[in-house]
């Protein structure tokens, strides 16, 4: 996972770390939450529960401060910090990162007829909590 972040994202954290940072507290750095947050999904946490519970093993603590180079924050304080930051300044990263994978032809065995092949995982965005009946 690392060699594929520095691979093909070499900047990401010089991104995150130019973030306005409007924390009256800062226990963490800006990165360290960032990619703690975007960490919990790559690692396929269940929630956020999940990887609080990883995050108190100590050779997992041990082996991410190793990998990463950064301490690892609780999912409390990612969350403290999403609700307080700007979220296009986000999403302007998230299409640097996108712009790159582009330029480096990563996606390019996956056109179709010419045209990109986009698949798009929608399950779970709305949930009435029952099953729908006619």
């Known amino acids: ?15 995150i770390s130019q973030l306005a940072d409007s924390r009256s507290r800062k226990e963490y750095r800006i990165e ?5 947050g975007v960490l919990l999904f790559l690692f396929k946490s269940t ?5 609080d519970l990883k995050r108190k093993d100590a050779v997992f603590a041990k082996n991410y401060c190793h990998v990463f180079g950064l301490r690892l924050p609780s999912t409390e304080a990612v969350d403290d910090l999403l609700k307080v930051l700007d979220h296009e300044s ?13 330029e480096k032809k990563i996606f390019h065995r ?9 698949a798009v995982d929608a ?12």
Do not use: A
């Open 1 to 15: 996972m690392k060699k594929v972040l520095h691979c093909h994202f070499p900047t990401l954290s010089q991104q």
């Open 32 to 36: 360290e939450l960032v990619l703690g």
């Open 47 to 51: 929630s956020r529960n999940d990887f």
């Open 90 to 102: 986000l999403e302007t990263i998230k299409g640097h990162l996108l712009t790159s994978l582009i």
């Open 110 to 118: 996956f056109r179709f007829l010419g045209y990109w092949t986009v």
């Open 123 to 134: 399950t779970g965005v709305y949930n009435w909590g029952e099953q729908y009946v006619d």
